[in-house]
């Protein structure tokens, strides 16, 4: 049985592919990567995922504006990313979210392009895929205060706690991981993967970063979604085809692509 994995969260526009970028997609294929979703989040990325959305059948996009950018974005950048959520291939509306570790956005804008890119995903009718680091309380809030349940979408790559990953459940949520849980030390997103509702379960890279063991260190690609995929079927205590099987049904009901094979 030939085992077909779902990357739910990459950045194959990202630099750090511009010397080898088809070379990566051949190598995602052949570990059995038949979907991947491409995040667009600034000025520069948006476009090239378009552009790779457009070019391959199996990549989908997904289009915002990232929490560690929101001093940059202007109205226009809204109104860009409405009009680019009408496109066949865009998915969703992200990474969208807040980010307290990178100090290059004061809290009160990106809360302020955070609400207004979960009302335009609630307009255009598309889930969201949120990107929280070291902000738990504030998105969970927000999500609340907006009513992001109406929509759902991704926490991407998780590193919450069961509490934080339980409410985000009860708000129609995947609960999404990447290579943190294949680490040796990653108790608390091993622990919390080991509880998620096998029906809310997806597995990302994250590439370029977060490279799974035993590649750590190193640049992270798609096809390193293979060693996230075993790490998830141990913990849950099932086969990888099994695994693959459950998160790319997830995937593509998440994403509203359920009948395109590719």
Known sequence: MDIMLFDTHTHLDARQFDE?????????RAAGVSLMVNIGCDRR?????IELAERYPFIYAAVGWHPVDSID?????LEWIERLSSHNK???IGEIGLDYHWDTSPKDVQHRVFREQIRLAKKVKKPIVIHNRDAHEDVIRILKEE???EIGGVMHCFSG?????????DMNFYISFGGPVTYKNARVPKEVLERVPMDRLLIETDSPYLT??????KRNESAYVAFVAAAAAEIKGISV????????KNGKNCFGIEGKSV
């Open 212 to 217: 799974p063991h035993p590649n750590r260190g």
């Open 20 to 28: 080898d970028r088809e070379q990566v997609i051949d190598r995602a």
């Open 241 to 248: 085809e099994e695994l693959a099987q459950i998160t790319m």
């Open 73 to 77: 974005m202007k109205p226009e950048d």
């Open 90 to 92: 865009v998915v969703a």
């Open 147 to 149: 009513d992001a349940k």
């Open 45 to 49: 990325s948006i476009p090239l995922t």
């Open 161 to 169: 706690s069961w509490d934080t990953a339980k409410q985000c459940l």
